[in-house]
């Protein structure tokens, strides 16, 4: 069946910051992805159906298409949840859809691990987007706080572009391979 290409953020951030530390990277391009190992559709719902201690959802192949016309039309109701919701899923549908998995093969091997697959933390992740109503609760850094954000020391055009942009992000390094 149709594969998810879904790779929790924990593995794309260490994976990001081994890859880019590393001297000699082996490639340019590394895909962070659950690559071939990405799971279907049908190993995701049952994986929450069982969460849930509920039966599985299934699926009519023969209805994606007039699916995709009922998201269209709703998507048009702007300003309603309906409307919001089918605009949103208008966004994700193809990526649901198109069974595309990416090669996270030289990844995998220069970082060391593997993403952890998507049925295994599925069920928590929904609970706590539920739970918190689908925000995220964000709380300022506290002013008080004894740990303080390293500040980038910044040198030559990092400097002066830092400058001419007239803000206090800290220059971010170019990093030495493409991360797709």
Known sequence: GDRLDIVPVDFVA?????????ERPDHE???LSSGLASESFETLTHA??????????????GLGRPFKSVVEVLARRRGTA?????SLLKVFLPYLVWN??????????????????FSRYCYPL????????FTYPYTDWPPDSKVQKPELRRTGA??????????????IPTPKSKIV
């Open 126 to 133: 929904l609970k706590f987007s539920r739970d918190g109503h």
């Open 158 to 171: 990092e400097a002066e572009e830092s400058n001419l942009r007239h803000d206090s992000r800290p220059a």
């Open 29 to 31: 391009i590394y895909h």
């Open 14 to 22: 260490r994976a990001l910051v081994k890859l880019h530390l590393k």
């Open 100 to 117: 595309t998995v990416f090669d996270n093969s030289r990844a995998v091997k220069e970082v060391g691990e593997a993403p952890v697959p």
């Open 48 to 61: 929450l159906a069982r969460a849930m201690n509920r039966r599985p959802a299934h699926y009519l192949a």
């Open 82 to 86: 309906v409307g919001h919701a089918a």
